[in-house]
């Protein structure tokens, strides 16, 4: 695989992930307004937030998690059984094509307290109830794979660990989001899914972004 592959394979699913976060985090605004708080209380309002702020900003990585948990990169991860080997009560024959239903199994009420609600706090120690404090997305913990496990897990897992909370971070710390009538429901945005390797949104989301603060105007205003 080339830098191009995997710096191609990371853009496209870092921007369907990124559409799925602005997507939830609009149709949550506790949430998002929460995200906003502590962006502001840790990076201030004189300066964007940039990569060097994701480790001090752990509502913002819950919330990439809960994200990845509800939308995986990867619904379905495949692996080819080099032994033969036993799962459960069946023998798995040697150069078997195996698939991991990821997407069911980050949705499975026996892993998952509220499978299908958007919480980032289960991902928090202040969260007692249902607490997946310890869950990582680094392919140690079999309940949230969304990059994979072991030696063939997603190469562009540490591309997104920088880039999807950095990114996320500065669109919340700069903007409001208002949709698009015709893509929601009333003040709801639909969450149908698409098809694909990687499932993007059925709906392109189509938002206009209002700007927050006149400092962040100036900044991202375009050269003349």
């Known amino acids: 695989m080339s830098f191009q592959d995997l710096f191609t394979a990371g853009t496209d699913t870092t921007a369907a992930t990124t559409e799925w976060i602005l997507s939830e985090l609009i149709n949550n605004p506790r949430v998002l ?3 906003r708080e502590e962006i502001d209380q840790v990076v ?24 990845l948990r509800l939308h995986p990169v990867s619904p379905v991860i495949t692996r080819k059984c080099v032994k033969e080997c036993k799962v459960g009560k069946y023998i798995i024959p040697v150069g078997t094509i195996l698939f991991v239903n990821n997407w069911a199994i980050s949705r499975d009420p026996k892993y998952w307290e509220s499978p299908l609600a958007f919480r980032p706090e289960r991902f928090l120690q202040d969260h007692k109830e249902g607490s997946k404090i310890g869950i990582d997305i680094k392919g140690q913990h079999y309940e949230l794979l969304p990059f994979g496990s072991g030696r063939k897990m997603c190469p562009g897992m540490n591309l997104a660990q920088q880039m999807l909370p950095t990114v996320a971070a500065a669109i919340i710390q700069c903007f409001d989001l208002n949709i ?6 009333g003040s709801i945005l639909s969450m149908e899914e698409g098809s694909g390797l990687v ?7 189509v938002c206009v972004p209002v700007a927050r603060h006149s400092l962040f105007t100036t900044i991202l205003e375009p050269e003349s």
């Open 33 to 35: 307004q929460k995200a």
């Open 44 to 67: 201030g309002k004189t300066r964007l937030v940039n990569e060097s702020d994701g480790p001090n900003l752990p509502y913002m990585q819950a919330i990439i998690k809960e994200v």
């Open 180 to 185: 698009a009538d015709s893509l929601g429901h």
């Open 199 to 205: 499932i993007p949104r059925l709906h392109q989301l």
